[in-house]
Structure formats: C-alpha cells, structure tokens
C-alpha cells in the first residue's frame, strides 16, 4: 500500500486549504484513515481519522469545527478540509492507513503512512 498525500501550501491565517490522500494497492473494506501532523521541534499529533465506512469520524479538539476528514473509497482517497486555518496548523501533514486495533488517534494503528505535505500558516 503506498500513499500520496498533496494540497498543501502557504495560506494566510483564516484561510482554507484541501489536503488529498490517494492510496494505491490493497486496500480493503476495514481500513482506517487518518491525518496526523508534526510541526517543527514538535512530537507527531494526531488531527482526524475516519473509519472505512465513513460512518465515525474522529477530531483532535484543537482542529474541531475547523477540519473535516472524508473519504472517496471508489477512488481510494481520503480529504481533509481544513477552514478558519491559524499559524499554529503550521505544520507536515501525513495521511496513514491501516486496520491495527485500538484507538483511531494512536499512531500506532496505522501501518501505512504517506510522505507528509507542507502546511504553512502565516499570521
């Protein structure tokens, strides 16, 4: 399974942006999706995750009412919408993939991770 994530980009605070996952390979019904973010000197957070049937989705409080994950399964991509953007979503955004057990915020559940895009938010 490899995964390609793209949209992001240098947006003014306030701003909105789209960022896009597109899997390739044997994804199946049970996967789950997430967005996880790692800003500079940071740990890796998490921001929002979706199960395989769309039907339960998970936020980070930080991103709550601003962010919204969904997923396109016919084209094996998940989006995360991102609105009211603020400096400190600045950040590498990664998309993940995977059916371990456990929490959708635990990193640890994700066995597929794309390479990251840019998010930069100025003020």
């Known amino acids: 399974v490899q995964l390609q994530a793209s949209g992001g980009g240098l947006v003014e605070a306030g701003g909105s942006l789209r960022l896009s996952c597109a899997a390739s390979g044997n994804i199946y019904s049970g996967f789950a999706r997430g967005w996880f973010r790692q800003a500079p000197g940071k740990k890796r957070e998490f921001v929002a995750a979706?199960?395989?049937?769309?039907?339960?989705?998970y936020y980070a409080d930080s991103v709550k009412g601003r962010f919204t994950i969904s997923a396109d399964n016919a084209k094996n991509t998940v989006y995360l919408e991102m609105t009211n953007l603020k400096p400190e979503d600045t950040a590498v955004y990664y998309c993940a993939a995977g059916v371990g057990t456990g929490s959708y915020m635990d990193a640890r559940k994700y066995r597929y991770w794309g390479q990251g895009t840019l998010v930069t938010v100025s003020s």
């Open positions: 979706i199960s395989w049937s769309g039907g339960s989705t």
